[in-house]
């Protein structure tokens, strides 16, 4: 399994930043308190995005499930190479 997608719920996500300080080099906090998702060429989203769209596409997949499943309202969701998600 590889993590491949990630997407930031803005509707859940509630500013808590946990996920941050889990994976700081994927997320950050936006001008609304919403987690967006650091990518390639200064875009700054809540995705969905590609993993190889992340500004740090070599992010282990345990750091990015670590920040997943550190957010107390399961804002974030990871999908793997088939498109199935495997978290929350
Ligand atoms: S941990 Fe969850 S609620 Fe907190 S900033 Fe990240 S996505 Fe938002």
Redesign the pocket.
Known sequence: MAITKIV?DRNV????????FAAGTV?E?DGDN??ILKQKNGVKTSGPAERSQLEDEAVADDTLMAAAQ????R??SLFDETGKQVYP
């Open positions: 930031v996500c509630i500013g808590a930043t946990p996920c941050v997320f906090m919403k987690a550190s957010c107390p309202v804002a974030i």
